[in-house]
């Protein structure tokens, strides 16, 4: 479907790697759609017992195509964003995250549902939304401030504020700091631990830690809506715009 996503199963472990090095793993459609036929794929393979993130290059990923932001009207529905995220929230088995570099946007996203994580010193952590003119998405809006509390969170999503390794840490927000020669290795043999141990009982246990997914698919709604609205807004076309001109972005 796409050569910007990379899977392979190996000792049960579905590893994903975003493969997308020269616009820093920036995720598109296509990328989003192969992320979540994977993981739909892993949901009923028994040879499968945990996923594993990481990215190729540099960065983790530096979040959603802003191309495709530019071009999108809405993310209400089925589309490809939202089948993966859906994914991503339902799952089961653990998912555990090597972040090798810079993650942005969907890249902090996605870390609130993993169930590891693990970080290279030099990388940093960030979703500046309203730097975007627009707002979080995919309940981090609920996640984050019930992670690292919500004057730490309003730095994070208001003021875009890059979290470094070393924070993330004491923020609860990340298992470990490795070095970045290490932290697939580190990741890996924790996911490829949870592949030996009894199925059903991890997954169990990950349902009942995750608890009631209502309040999160509540607030998915709610922020989707909000985040459609912006998209079509001048404030995220002038946003977006100024990123591709390589110049500040001027609200009025
Ligand atoms: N969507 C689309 N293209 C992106 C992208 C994104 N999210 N992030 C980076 N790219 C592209 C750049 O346009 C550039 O393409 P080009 O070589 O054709 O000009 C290429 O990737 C390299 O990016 P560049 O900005 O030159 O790299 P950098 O090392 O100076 O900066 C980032 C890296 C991640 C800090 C910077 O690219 C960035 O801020 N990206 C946007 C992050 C973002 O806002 N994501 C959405 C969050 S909701």
Not at 94 to 108: E, K, T
Request: overall charge negative; some cysteine.
């Amino acid at each position: 479907m796409t050569d910007f996503i990379k899977t392979i199963i190996e000792d049960r472990v579905l590893k994903i790697t975003f493969n997308r090095a020269d616009k820093k793993n920036a995720i598109t459609h296509a990328m989003y759609a192969a992320m979540a036929e994977a993981m739909a794929d892993a949901r009923t393979n028994d040879d499968v017992r945990a996923i594993l993130f990481t990215g190729e290059g540099d960065m983790f990923t530096a979040g959603n195509d802003l191309v495709d932001f530019q071009q999108a009207t809405s993310l209400e529905g089925e589309g490809p964003v939202m089948v993966f995220i859906k994914e991503l929230v339902e799952a089961l088995k653990p998912i555990v995250a090597a972040v090798n570099g810079r993650a942005v946007g969907i890249g902090l996203t996605m870390l609130l549902h993993c169930d590891f994580v693990y970080m290279a010193e030099g990388a940093t952590i960030s979703a500046p939304f309203v730097d975007l003119a627009l707002v979080p998405e995919n309940a981090s809006s609920l996640l984050l401030p019930q992670v690292v509390c919500h004057v730490h969170a309003a730095e994070i999503f208001m003021l875009g504020k890059r979290v470094t390794a070393t924070e993330a840490f004491e923020m609860n927000l990340i298992n470990q700091v490795c070095s970045v020669e290490d932290v697939l290795e580190v990741a890996t043999k924790t996911a490829v631990a949870l592949g030996q141990k009894a199925p059903t009982a991890l997954q169990a246990t990950k349902r009942l830690m995750r608890g009631d997914l209502a309040p999160m698919q509540a607030c998915i709604k709610v922020e989707n809506d909000l985040f459609g609205t912006q998209l079509q807004s001048p404030e995220v076309a002038e946003a977006i715009g100024a990123f591709f001109e390589k110049r500040a972005p001027n609200f009025g």
